[in-house]
């Protein structure tokens, strides 16, 4: 039994940023795949996951919107040290209407999440107000459909402040195990830490 009920974040840091799959950091860890529409609050995740405040850019910063990249989140659990490795793709567009995945991603990217070995976990995040949102469903129908498995899948919706309680509890109706989260209410990260350790290490909690 661990001491500590949940994993705390203790260490952050930047490896890099890469065009794809051939120029990205060597395989040597365990990844999470951070993925959603532009504006989701995937930089605010990532840093309230991490516990930094500019560890990932916004959007709103030019020339880092379409590369991938690389951090790596140091844990303490109980006595023992982890460490996970977060990776943040570039956010897709706005998209209502059907895509083709290649519309939605560049080639590249297509081929780092679907050949990637090191990817355990997708963490899909979505929009709390906008959970039926067409281009949302089809990412999620195409990586199903090549998920090993040893990865998982997991549906992360963010800005959950602005829902009220019924809305929240009929949301979790229609996403079974999906989590709720609110960057700026910081809550709901402490689900997230859990499913990282039970998709990277087999923790139980
Ligand atoms: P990204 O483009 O997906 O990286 O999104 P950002 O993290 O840059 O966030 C986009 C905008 O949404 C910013 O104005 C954030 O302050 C805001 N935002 C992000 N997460 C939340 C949240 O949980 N609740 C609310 N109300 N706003 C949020």
Redesign the pocket.
């Known amino acids: 039994m661990k001491s500590d009920p949940i994993p705390r974040p203790v260490r952050a840091e930047f490896l890099k940023s890469a065009q794809g799959i051939g120029d990205s950091v060597e395989e040597s860890l365990s990844e999470v795949v951070f993925l ?1 529409r ?8 990532i840093n309230l996951l991490a516990n930094r405040k500019n560890l ?1 850019k ?3 910063t030019p020339g880092k919107t379409r590369l991938i990249n690389f951090f790596d989140v140091g844990y303490k659990w109980g006595e023992e040290d982890y460490t996970v490795r977060f990776v943040d793709l570039p ?1 897709f567009g706005y998209a209502k209407v059907s895509k083709s995945m290649k519309e939605i991603w560049q080639k590249n990217l297509v081929e780092f999440i679907r050949k990637r070995i090191a990817i355990r976990l997708f963490i899909h ?1 979505r929009d709390a107000r906008h959970p039926h949102a067409k281009i949302d469903e089809e990412v999620e129908r195409y990586i199903r459909e090549f998920l090993r498995p040893d990865q998982r899948y997991l549906t992360v919706f ?5 829902l009220n309680q019924k809305e929240r509890g009929a949301l979790l109706r229609d996403f079974p195990g999906a989590i709720l ?4 209410k910081k809550s709901g990260q402490e689900r997230i830490h859990r499913e990282i350790f039970r998709a990277i290490f087999g923790a139980e909690f």
Request: charged share 15%; glycine share 12%.
């Open positions: 959603g532009s504006n989701v609050g995937k930089s605010s995740t990932a916004s959007s709103a956010g995040l963010t800005k959950a402040d602005k989260i609110s960057n700026t």
